[in-house]
């Protein structure tokens, strides 16, 4: 029961078109440069992916890197459309499987939470309440890993951290921002459109 609750970042936000996402909250991020005392060491590990235990109120834990990743938390990972458990190279309206259906939620759902098909039952993706508790609970810096921009999200409660790395997003075959934001999908959708995401960017540009 306990290893059903470990919740991991799952994917990066990839956009089908314009209009068809819904904002869970922009982070403007205060600008760091690259840290250097930062804890951002694995807790655990399940099923081979590794996770940080950020002593978040739910017991929630976050994985260290995105999926497409293993162990370097600074690098993109795979980017998919929300509901969908494949990669593709173009982006929009008329290829998107969830596109007008109505669910609530594909949190721990296999047929569409990427996170659980790729890395097994014990993982699903974060939910608008688990991006929320993070807001609450941590501390985020724009910074730098490796060359990487992103954000630093580092626990009130014990110190630990773990990095969202500005991958940037799809639309169409384009990809835009890369290393300017980071787009992350929830798990949640607001209607057979509108899906929640989260955008991060700094609060001035390097």
């Known amino acids: 029961a306990f290893l059903k609750r470990n919740v991991f970042l799952a994917v990066v936000l990839c956009f089908f078109a314009v209009g068809l996402i819904w904002i869970v909250d922009n982070i403007n991020v205060e600008e760091g440069t690259e840290l250097i005392f930062v804890d951002y060491s694995a807790t655990g590990s399940i099923g081979g992916h590794e996770y940080v235990d950020l002593g978040l109120p739910s017991s929630v834990k976050w ?81 730098k890993r490796n060359g990487i921009h992103g954000s630093c999200v ?23 921002k890369k290393n300017e934001n980071g787009y992350y999908w929830t798990s949640n959708s607001r209607d057979s459109i509108c899906s929640y995401y989260l955008n991060i960017y700094p609060a001035k540009s390097f």
């Open 154 to 176: 580092t626990s009130k409660i014990n110190g630990k951290s773990i990095f969202l790395p500005a991958a940037g997003n799809f639309s169409g075959h384009d990809r835009r």
């Open 63 to 143: 994985a260290t890197c995105n999926i497409g990743q293993t162990k370097m938390p600074e690098d993109y990972g795979k980017f998919y459309a929300w509901g969908e458990i494949a990669e593709k190279d173009n982006f929009s309206s008329a290829n998107s499987v969830t596109l007008g259906l109505d669910i609530d939620s594909i949190s721990g759902n296999k047929e569409y939470d990427v996170a659980q098909q790729e890395w097994g039952s014990q993982w699903r993706m974060p939910s608008k309440e688990d991006f929320e508790e993070l807001f609450e609970n941590c501390i985020w810096q724009w910074s």
